[in-house]
């Protein structure tokens, strides 16, 4: 098998909140509290949970956005082994030149001041990839082009375009340095559904004419349904369930996971669902439920959940969960087997 | 002139809004018209730029100063006390207006940390609205606030009522938007987008909350969104926007099982659909033209998939015709020239 572009171990990101001088120890908001995944070149990952969940900070931390403060994130690109965390200068740029983002909001993550073109131009221009003004020139076309973006655009402004038109440009901006590996953070929640469907028609071409592999990063699982080859679910920090697109959608393990995909709405008002409904919000990552974080959520807690960290479990080809109830159902199906356990 | 139903408590009719812009005249709401049953929902779906927002703002006159309703606009509104009032004719400083908004409509929307001031905690900003519309005293006023945050599922109301905005989550703090609209018993509760920003759990919960308050209360529902699904879960009826201009309406099974109209079909196509998770999403190409630039004949024309072919699309505006395909609804109307022409050939 290739070799991964993106490896994160034990990844934990903690934020030091309150505190400072006079106000003694400040409390730790546990962001991203250990997680580990693979994202293989042309791979989409989608990460999806609710907003407090971590997924953000995830995605930051891959970029070197954000300061790690334990575990490791390797990224495999052109040749080099990048760990990221520490880069500075030279390695630095490598990073950013193939590890690129696109944020939700169009509206802010392009400058009313520049022009389309120079919005595009900026990371070629500011990574010194380019020679001369011809090149830039040259290379802004052709990805404009690539993102179905009109040349007499180029020399406007952001605020004459719609938001489909304005995440095409963000777009654009972030493949014209050639990424291999993009961090897409709600790409499309902003959306219309109509425009939505178009975002993602094209990021889809492009992933598969460029071969770039997607963090994918949104709350909407019906869009990760749609865009992204493996899907991990996010609470509180932790991932709690992970597995192939097709696999998650079909046999949701995770009490969580049921819960979130009960909660779509479905198109026909009269359509059989058996709604898993959540009480209560996300907890704080502040301070953190004991044992299963997920326990004082789920519909199907146990005796055992708020004492003990639930360990993985395997449920398919690599599909896995972090459940009690996983757990004691594979062993249980493990000893029903019968023969050659004890030999 | 359509007369108004006897059981009708608002009723739109040919409802024009017009911006005064640098630019020139922009319609945002183009002959509008539409009723509302008490105790029903009707759900108003569009993208973004339809009008929506701007025709409901205009039940309540809460337009900004450089927008204009046309003449030829009414919006009839049947009070509690069983006055009938038309209020878009109704001068903007009318007295009436004041009793009306908060008291008989009452409005939520999608961004609850911009309906509350900062400033003030959910407590001043509840008990101020209570006292305009009711003589009782602060003590009293904060009572029936409390009231309202419990029976809207704030966990610890009593001490909710003394905190800001920010310091709620974004659930709580749509909740507690909930309770200061429904706290003077509105009969009409206008909701904009007011799951949009709330992640799908909570969404389902607010949903909720609204169906059972609905049932307790009594009160008539509209409820913009983006979002087919979402309407579908709440709606009884439905109209869909575009451009500022009515494109469909009926009740909602018949709407969302037999669209009529290709921008419903293209709404409901566009839906990444959990059932169907390999089949390739159908965006509606193009964009929403720019509202200076708005296309003559059917608005829709520039993006419809058989607006190029069909010449009378580009030139005249369709009017409303009964669906009659299928097992669509008798109240289900499309404005689309296609269908005129299939009923026509039918006939032949």
Known sequence: ????????????????????????????????DGVSFEIYPGQILGLVGESGSGKTTVGRALLQATPITSGSVTLQVADTTLQVGQLRGDRLNILRRHGQMIFQDPYGSLSPRMTVRDIIAEPLEAMNLTQTREETN???????????????????????????QRQRIAIARALVSNPSFLVADEAVAALDVSIQASVLNLLKDLQQDMNLAFLFISHDLSVIAHFCDVVAVMYLGEIVEIAPTHQLFARPAHPYTQALLSAIPPLDPDA???????????????????????????????????????????????????????????????????????? | MILMAESSLLMVSNLSVRFRTDEGLVTAVDDLSFALQPGQTLGIVGESGSGKSVSTKALMRLLPDYAAIAPESHIYYQTKKGDYLDIAQMDANHKALNQLRGGEIAMIFQEPSAAFSPLYTIGNQMIEGIQLHRQVGRRQARKL????????????????????????????????????????????LIADEPTTALDVTIQAQILDLLQELQQEFGMAIIFISHDLAVISQIADDVLVMYLGKEMETGPVRSIIRHPQHPYTQGLINAIPRLEAIDQPLVPIPGDIPSPLERPTGCVFHTRCPHGAAHPPCRTSVPDPVAATTGDAHPNHLAACHLLVTEQLEKMV
């Open chain 1, 272 to 343: 059989p669902r058996d709604r898993v409904r959540l009480s209560g919000e996300i907890p704080s990552p502040v301070t953190p439920p004991s044992g299963c974080r997920f326990h004082t959520r789920c519909p199907v807690a146990q005796p055992i959940c708020p004492s003990q960290k639930p360990k993985w479990g395997q449920i398919g080809d690599r599909h896995e969960a972090a459940c009690h109830l996983v757990e004691s159902e594979a062993l249980a199906s493990h000893s029903s087997d019968g023969q050659g356990v004890e030999a």
């Open chain 1, 1 to 32: 098998m290739t070799q991964p572009i993106v490896s994160v171990r034990n990844l934990k990101v903690h934020y030091p909140i309150g505190g400072g001088f006079l106000k003694g120890k400040p409390q730790i908001l546990k962001a991203v």
């Open chain 2, 145 to 188: 606030a409390i009231e309202m945050l419990d029976r809207v599922g704030m966990t610890n109301p009593e001490l909710r009522i003394d905190q800001h905005a920010f310091e709620l989550s974004g659930g709580m703090r749509q909740r507690a938007m909930i309770a200061s609209a429904l706290v003077m018993r509105p009969a009409v």
């Open chain 1, 138 to 164: 040259r290379r802004v076309c052709d990805v404009a082009e690539k993102c179905r973006l009109n040349l007499e655009h180029l020399r406007r402004f952001p605020h004459a375009f719609s938001g489909g």
